[in-house]
């Protein structure tokens, strides 16, 4: 048994205990942790890239670029990531700016994009959408803003590409506050456009930030003129300059101005006009986020909220990412840090396995590379190796017994059926995709009256991963086959007969059970689920559920 205390060491001990809590305060107030939310092709690997490059955490552009068309060499992604040429699963890039420490999260944005997409937006504290100006609001974008919106993320927002012909701008924030429901305030806006783009005028600062293209500058400085009535501008372009004075007026009249609080409970998103790959725009954006988005703040761990400057660690784990070195085996699991210090080399405990592990060998990411993490506070991402013992939703602490919340599973958009060649490797198969299940790389189904196993995902891209993973892994040669399913909900109630007849009725044969236990209806077409709900009012069918 350790000594008792004695009247000097307890003075020690608190002594010690208090740097930490101030040392933790300024730690967490100077993070930022934020992901870009975008459709493919609005600009979010240029955008990313310039940031990166603006911070000085990269030297070369071209970097994030190459990496995305998969002509850079280095092997932290997956085999298929580099033969599609795109990013399979998000990573994450940590950097310094003005004095904070930026943690941005990846998030897929091709058309093949997966669950982690969705749940990379659970562990920011806020997100920059990026929307292509000559294009507005597309698809991707809305789905992702939905998963934000369940958290009230905090959204800043860049129209991007207004070197190029754009929409109008006072439609395009009219698109966004109707389709994305939100409210616009624009805080720059721009002078002209595609060749007559002259620059942004800053509503707030009354200042004029004058545009000129190049793609290669990193810490350019573009021209300021001070003042929307400042004579340069008149002589410079006195068209532009009268249309800008109208435009400005209307905004004035027709938008909301910004409002931080509105914007901190994600009501209102202030807009910026540039040209990410011009580097236009690009620093007032990260400015913002600097100076208006929110440092990481309290968590929901079921039985308390856990502050962030609370000095016991804990954190939980959003994603899994298999193979990102090839040479190993070894899968990591991305924790979100939610309080305290980590260090490396401290004991931590896995509270659904009740386990204490030593973290020794951890990764932190650097934009440049990987590296090993001496020290993490809230807001950082930790990947921890994980030899198949960390699940999406896992908690860690010190100790006491959390469960943070808000890691949701979404009801999948594609399926297949999956049967093996060889029967024989049946067992493996379970196995495989039970573990593949709780990992969150797919949702796996098993119907209730027997059949093939259904696997379900978000992004089709999953099944190819799977594929890939099972043959590796477990050594399965497993064959994916289309479904008649067309859409999945979650069925619950607190009428249990109500759940038995359900089981019993002839729609059991479209009923199944996900790798954690839950009963899910799989609706062939969305008439099918639509008479389904029609016919059984007293159950409850959802399109997401949390991490049990
Ligand atoms: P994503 O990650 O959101 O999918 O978009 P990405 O950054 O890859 O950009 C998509 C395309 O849009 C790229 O062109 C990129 O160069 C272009 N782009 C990005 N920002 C701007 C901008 O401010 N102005 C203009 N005019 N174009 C922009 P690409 O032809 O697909 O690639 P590349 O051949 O130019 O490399």
């Known amino acids: 048994a350790p000594d008792l205390p004695t009247a000097d060491t307890v003075e020690v001990a608190s002594e010690s205990r208090k740097a930490p809590a101030e040392l933790i305060a300024r730690e967490v107030a100077r993070r930022r942790t934020f992901g870009i939310i975008s459709h493919p092709d609005a600009g979010k690997t ?20 190459a990496r995305k068309s998969g002509r850079h060499a280095t092997s932290d992604w997956m085999e298929i990531e580099k033969q599609r040429g795109i990013s399979v699963a998000s990573s994450v890039m940590q950097f310094e700016y003005r004095d904070h420490v930026v943690n941005l999260l990846d998030t897929p944005g091709h058309q093949d994009f997966s669950e982690d997409t969705y749940r990379v937006l659970t562990a920011v504290d806020s997100a920059l959408m990026v929307i292509d100006a000559a294009k507005g609001v597309e698809e991707q974008t809305i789905k992702l803003l939905n998963v934000c919106r369940m958290r009230d993320t905090p959204i800043l927002t860049f129209m991007n590409k207004l070197d190029r012909e754009c929409r109008d701008p006072l439609e395009l924030l009219d698109e966004v506050e109707s389709v994305l429901k939100i409210q616009c305030a624009p805080v720059t806006w721009p002078i002209g456009m595609g060749k007559n783009f002259r620059g942004v005028y800053h509503l707030l600062r009354d200042e004029i930030l004058l545009f000129k ?22 002589e410079m372009f006195p068209l532009e300059i009268e249309q800008l004075k109208m435009e400005v007026e209307l905004v004035h009249g027709a938008s909301h101005p910004f409002d931080l609080e509105e914007f901190l409970a994600g009501k209102q998103t202030p807009v910026f006009f540039g040209s990410a790959i011009n580097n236009f725009g690009v620093r007032e954006i990260l400015n913002a986020l600097l100076d208006w988005a929110p440092a990481p703040r309290e968590r929901d761990a079921t039985v308390r909220s856990v502050e962030p400057t609370e000095a016991p660690f804990s954190g939980f784990v959003f994603k899994i990412q298999a193979n990102m070195d090839p040479a190993h085996r ?23 396995l009740n386990r204490e592990i030593k973290v020794s060998s951890v990764v932190t990411f650097m934009a440049s590379s990987r590296e090993q993490v001496e020290e993490a506070y809230a807001g950082d991402i930790i ?27 979404f009801a999948p958009d594609f399926f297949r059926s999956v049967r093996i060649r060889n029967p024989l490797k049946i067992k493996q198969l379970h196995k495989g995709l ?43 040669d497993a064959v994916f086959e289309g479904t008649s399913i067309s ?32 009963m899910a209806y799989l609706a062939t077409s969305g008439v099918n689920l639509k008479l389904t709900q029609e016919r059984w009012p007293q159950l409850t069918f959802h399109s997401t559920r949390e991490h049990a």
């Open 487 to 518: 859409s999945a909900r979650w069925v619950t109630s607190d009428d249990k007969k109500a759940l038995a007849d359900f089981e019993k009725s002839s729609a059991g044969a479209n009923i199944a059970f996900d790798a954690a236990g839950n």
């Open 434 to 476: 039970q573990q593949l299940g709780e990992e969150g790389a797919v949702q796996v189904f098993k119907p209730v009256h027997g059949g093939d196993l259904v696997l379900g995902a978000v992004g089709v891209l999953q099944f190819e991963v799977v594929a890939s993973r099972l043959l590796n892994e477990y050594g399965v």
């Open 383 to 409: 990947g921890l190796p994980n030899h198949g013992n960390m699940q999406i939703g896992d908690s860690f602490s010190e100790g006491e017994l959390l469960q943070f919340t808000g890691i949701p599973y």
């Open 213 to 234: 293209a190049g793609e290669e500058r990193a810490d350019q400085e573009f021209e300021v003129v001070k003042g929307i009535d400042n004579p340069r501008l008149a």
């Open 330 to 352: 070894d899968r990591i699991a991305f924790l979100r840090v939610c309080s305290g210090r980590f260090e490396r080399g401290m004991k931590i405990k896995h509270l659904r």
């Open 46 to 65: 240029t955008l990313t890239e310039k940031l990166l490059l603006f911070s000085g955490a990269i030297q070369l552009a071209g970097t994030v670029k």
